[in-house]
Nanobody, 124 residues
Framework: QVQLVESGGGLVQAGGSLRLSCAASGRTVGNYAMGWFRQAPGKGREFVAAINWSTDTTYYTNSVKGRFTISRDNAKNTGYLQMNSVKPEDTAVYYC?????????????????WGQGTQVTVSS
């Protein structure tokens, strides 16, 4: 079992930055994959970025490439999503999730463990 707790959300102006954190407990993330997803009001949960914990391979959805960076700190068993040049359309609840296999996937159904989410609001 992996428990995940996100933090770092808040209100930010367009063009600003935020760093989200996802602290994992219960076991080390090890060679699993961690993903970040977001859900805006009235919309489905969409993939944002993912990282293979052991190889550091990353993958991003097109709308955040060049603006967001996913990373991890093995010693802290924590993942991060650095969000730069944010836009109003980035407003959503952001969730981190862990897939108990090393391969990266964009599909929510392959992630077994989820955090409670953290709200990010970008003002124009």
């Amino acid at each position: 079992q992996v428990q995940l707790v996100e933090s770092g959300g808040g209100l930010v102006q367009a063009g600003g930055s935020l760093r989200l954190s996802c602290a994992a407990s219960g076991r080390t993330v090890g060679n699993y994959a961690m993903g970040w997803f977001r859900q805006a009001p009235g919309k489905g949960r969409e993939f944002v970025a993912a990282i293979n914990w052991s190889t550091d391979t990353t993958y991003y959805t097109n709308s955040v490439k060049g603006r967001f960076t996913i990373s991890r700190d093995n010693a802290k068993n924590t993942g991060y999503l650095q969000m730069n040049s944010v836009k109003p359309e980035d407003t959503a609840v952001y969730y981190c999730a862990v897939r108990p296999f090393p391969g990266i996937t964009t599909e929510t159904r392959f992630y077994a463990y989820w955090g409670q989410g953290t709200q990010v609001t970008v003002s124009s």
